[in-house]
Structures are given as C-alpha cells and as structure tokens.
C-alpha cells in the first residue's frame, strides 16, 4: 500500500525523541517500510526520515511553545496551514490510505468529506474537540479509529467506538534487548515535567535507600529547579536526554524502571521497552500501566511514595525473563503493525462497498428503464 502517515507537529521526528508520540511515529514508519509499503511522512522541518515531505518550517514548539501559545488562535493558525497543505498534497498523489497521527481533528473531517480511507491513532485521552470529531466521523466506516490500550477505549462514548479498535504502541523488540550486566540503579525516563512525576520517583527511591538516574528532556525548567534538582544527591542523579541506541542498554543494566504518571497514562511505551530489556517496572496505577505491567512488575497507587519505595525494595522478587516473553507477545512491532494493517483494511474495505453498492443501484435503475 501507499501509505501516507502525518506526525504531530509539536516536535520533529528526530533523536533523541523529546517523548513518546516522536518514538511512536518513527517506529509506525520504519515497521510498515519493514512489511513492504511505501509511506510518505509528512512532518514539521527537521524530522529525519527516508522519505520526508516537510509541512511547515519548523516545529511549532520552536516558534510558538504551547505553554504560551495553547488555545491561542496564531498556534491554531500556524497547525491548519501546515496539515491543510498535507492534505491537498496526499489527495493529489495517489496514496491508498492515511494514518493520521497528528491529533489534528480535522483531518478526521476532511477524509470524510474526500472518501480517503484514513485511520486515527489516539495517543491521549479525548480532548473535547476531538471527541466531538471522533462521534462524528463514526457515520463514515472509511474513517477509522485506534486506541493504544483498553482503558483508553473505555474513556470513549459507544458511539465513538463504532470505528475503534485497541492496537499497543509497539517495541522494537530485536533492539530492547536484555543485558548480561544487571547493576543495582533504578531507571527514570521520560520529558520532565509535573505530569510525568519525576519527583515522585526520586523521593521514593530516597527512601528505599536506592540509586536512581533520570534521563530525559527539561520540558519544565521551573519544576526541575524547584522538584528535581535540590534532590539530586546520595545516588540520584540526573544524566540529561540521550538517544535510544545510548539508552537501550542503560535501561537494560538497570534492577528497575521507574514509571510515575500523574495522569492517565494512555500507554506507557517507557514500561513496555524495559520489559522487552528484561527489567522489571515499578509503576503508578494510572491509565494503561497496569495493562501492560501485568505481573512483570509492582503497580502501586498513584501519589503512594511509600509504596512505590516499597516496591522498589521488592524489585528482584520479579522474573526478567518473563519480562522479556511477555513484550515479545504482547508489545511487539510486527504486532504493531498487523493490527494497523488490519484499520487499513476495513478503511479501504468501506470505500469498496460504496463503490459496490453504488454500481449495484446503478445498474438496477438502468435495467429498469431499458424493461
């Protein structure tokens, strides 16, 4: 097929990726190359790809950072240019199906209107612009929609979920690989900001008495310097934001992962690759953790520090390579990709049907007249 995937334009598609939805786009490209389809990625200026189409200068995080400009009608501006111009593109070369992974809710509207098969991945939970998008386009089988976990499909409304199917963000799991070395540090990783509860984690590791290193963006300078840095001592260190050949094995070597979501976490890609590494997840019960956690780690409830502590001392109790069985069969790329492949489908098979189903009435109404 030819596929033409639109990244969200906060961030180029780049390493070291500043989160997951950056780690996602890259993975989606690179695994449907792998099964044989051609794809266009059309991205901010800046992303690193085989075949770019570059639809606005830059990432608007560089000309106009969300924090300030959220909900501002020049951010809202500078989005419809980039995503408008995308679509007039891939409408006019031919491509089979879309997978729009922009959370641009627009784009749901226009593929209605152009009858092109378009899949929607939903990274987050649903913001009201794009809920009201969503039960939209759910008259419309040739848009179809994707979450990445069960509990984000129970967040939507069943008319919504007409079009929705569950596919798990996916791991290179021939990369995440385990790690003969196991030292006794906790891992932290992940864009440093208060959501993500990067502090959290470093009170819990001090009183478990354990090490812990953090990896990561600063995506909030004042947090770290009020919630992070002060904390930094007796074996918590920061190490700054590396990319993932660096990672992989740091993550490892590690006695854990450490996953600390103040909100509901959709996924938890970070969980899902120290799996794949082996290396067991101490986790916040928040969103999806717990989905993809299972029984390869401790799951505690969120803002419990004490039971996150708890659970770090309780880390080798966990077996690594189980860990390991357990990304392979649920969280893996191929996995990944043959349940996109199969939106594609029912996408491009809704289009069919019309088409079918005109030509049928068509043909009735000419045997009519002839009669």
Same mark, same amino acid.
Request: glycine share 6%; with cysteine; charged share 20%.
């Given at each position: 097929?030819?596929?033409?995937?639109? %990244?969200?334009?906060?961030?180029?598609?780049?390493?070291?990726?500043?989160?997951?939805?950056?780690?996602?786009? +890259?993975?989606?490209?690179?695994?449907?190359?792998?099964?044989?389809?051609?794809?266009? /990625?059309?991205?901010?200026? +800046?992303?690193?790809?085989?075949?770019?189409?570059?639809?606005?200068?830059?990432?608007?995080?560089?000309?106009?950072?969300?924090?300030?400009? &959220?909900?501002?009608?020049?951010?809202?501006?500078?989005?419809?240019? %980039?995503? =408008?111009?995308?679509?007039?593109?891939?409408?006019?070369?031919?491509?089979? #199906?879309?997978?729009?992974?922009? /959370?641009?809710?627009?784009?749901?509207?226009? %593929?209605? +209107?152009?009858?092109?098969?378009?899949?929607?991945?939903?990274? #987050?939970?649903?913001?009201?612009?794009?809920?009201?998008? #969503?039960?939209?386009?759910?008259?419309?089988?040739?848009?179809?929609? !994707?979450? !990445?976990?069960?509990?984000?499909?129970?967040?939507? *409304?069943?008319?919504?979920?007409?079009?929705?199917?569950?596919?798990?963000?996916?791991?290179?799991?021939?990369?995440?690989?385990?790690? =003969?070395?196991?030292?006794?540090?906790?891992?932290?990783?992940?864009?440093? !900001?208060?959501?993500?509860?990067?502090?959290?984690? /470093?009170?819990?590791?001090?009183?478990?008495?354990?090490?812990?290193?953090?990896?990561?963006? #600063?995506?909030?300078?004042?947090?770290?310097?009020?919630?992070?840095?002060?904390?930094?001592?007796?074996?918590?260190?920061?190490?700054?934001?590396?990319?993932?050949?660096?990672? &992989?094995?740091?993550?490892?070597?590690?006695?854990?992962?450490?996953?600390?979501?103040?909100?509901?976490?959709?996924?938890?890609?970070?969980?899902?690759?120290?799996?794949?590494?082996? !290396?067991?997840?101490?986790?916040?019960?928040?969103g999806a953790l717990p989905e993809v956690v299972g029984e390869c780690g401790h799951v505690v409830a969120a803002r419990d520090i004490a039971a996150?502590?708890?659970?770090?001392?309780?880390?080798?109790?966990?077996?690594?390579?189980?860990?390991? &069985?357990?990304?392979?069969?649920?969280? *893996?790329?191929?996995?990944?990709?043959?349940?996109?492949?199969?939106?594609?489908?029912?996408?491009?098979?809704?289009?069919?049907?019309?088409?079918?189903?005109?030509? *049928?009435?068509?043909?009735?109404?000419?045997s009519a007249l002839l009669a």
């Open positions: 097929m030819k596929i033409a995937v639109i %990244a969200h334009i906060r961030h180029a598609i780049a390493e070291p990726f500043m989160g997951g939805m950056e780690a996602h786009c +890259r993975l989606l490209c690179d695994g449907l190359r792998s099964a044989g389809h051609d794809v266009t /990625l059309f991205a901010a200026d +800046r992303s690193r790809d085989a075949n770019l189409a570059a639809i606005c200068d830059a990432p608007y995080e560089d000309v106009l950072p969300w924090r300030k400009w &959220r909900g501002t009608p020049e951010l809202a501006a500078y989005q419809q240019r %980039a995503f =408008a111009g995308a679509w007039h593109r891939i409408l006019s070369e031919g491509f089979d #199906v879309v997978h729009n992974n922009s /959370l641009f809710p627009e784009i749901m509207e226009w %593929a209605a +209107r152009d009858g092109m098969p378009c899949v929607t991945s939903q990274h #987050v939970p649903p913001f009201q612009s794009m809920r009201d998008a #969503v039960e939209t386009a759910s008259d419309y089988r040739n848009v179809q929609q !994707t979450v !990445t976990s069960s509990s984000q499909l129970a967040m939507w *409304s069943a008319r919504a979920r007409r079009h929705m199917a569950v596919v798990h963000n996916g791991v290179r799991t021939d990369r995440w690989l385990p790690h =003969a070395d196991i030292g006794d540090h906790f891992v932290w990783l992940g864009r440093i !900001t208060p959501n993500k509860g990067t502090s959290e984690a /470093l009170r819990a590791a001090r009183i478990a008495g354990k090490k812990l290193h953090i990896y990561g963006p #600063v995506e909030d300078g004042a947090y770290f310097s009020s919630e992070v840095e002060p904390f930094l001592k007796d074996g918590v260190e920061y190490r700054g934001h590396i990319s993932l050949q660096t990672l &992989r094995p740091i993550v490892a070597g590690a006695s854990g992962v450490v996953v600390t979501p103040l909100w509901d976490e959709p996924f938890g890609l970070v969980a899902a690759e120290a799996l794949s590494c082996g !290396t067991p997840v101490c986790a916040y019960d928040s996150l502590a708890d659970a770090m001392s309780r880390v080798e109790e966990i077996d690594r390579a189980a860990c390991r &069985r357990r990304a392979i069969k649920r969280f *893996s790329s191929h996995a990944m990709i043959a349940g996109y492949e199969q939106a594609y489908e029912r996408a491009i098979d809704a289009l069919l049907d019309q088409a079918a189903f005109a030509f *049928s009435s068509s043909h009735s109404r000419t």
